[in-house]
Nanobody
Framework: QVKLVESGGGLVQAGESLRLSCAAAARTISGFGVSWFRQAPGKRNREFVAGISWNGVHKDYTDSVEGRFTISRDNLKNIVSLQMNSLQPEDTAVYYC??????????????????WGQGTQVTVSS
């Protein structure tokens, strides 16, 4: 069983930063792409935020976070991080990391992910 554990969420003011981490047991995410999704209050679906390929070469960001968020991974420590700068109230959501089942580059479809963490709450006040 693959277990992903997110951490780093919290309550911040607009313009501040947070760094989220997605930790996994050894070999459970090595060789797989990992992405961050978020689910805003009142929204039914998770929204793709950022993804990174298994080797860190390919990255993808949704337009609303491009230039503010940076995804990275440390394959020795089995951690995928999301550095979030210049946070805005519209970034408020529960953030989830997911393991991508296949493909060499990040994909945005939720159905392409087989394991998820429990989520971490990010709240940005204005």
């Amino acid at each position: 069983q693959v277990k992903l554990v997110e951490s780093g969420g919290g309550l911040v003011q607009a313009g501040e930063s947070l760094r989220l981490s997605c930790a996994a047991a050894a070999r459970t995410i090595s060789g797989f792409g990992v992405s961050w999704f978020r689910q805003a209050p009142g929204k039914r679906n998770r929204e793709f935020v950022a993804g990174i390929s298994w080797n860190g070469v390919h990255k993808d960001y949704t337009d609303s976070v491009e230039g503010r968020f940076t995804i990275s991974r440390d394959n020795l420590k089995n951690i995928v991080s999301l550095q979030m700068n210049s946070l805005q109230p519209e970034d408020t959501a529960v953030y989830y990391c997911g393991r991508q089942m296949r493909y060499s580059q990040p994909v945005r479809e939720v159905d392409e992910y087989d394991f998820w963490g429990q989520g971490t709450q990010v709240t940005v006040s204005s």
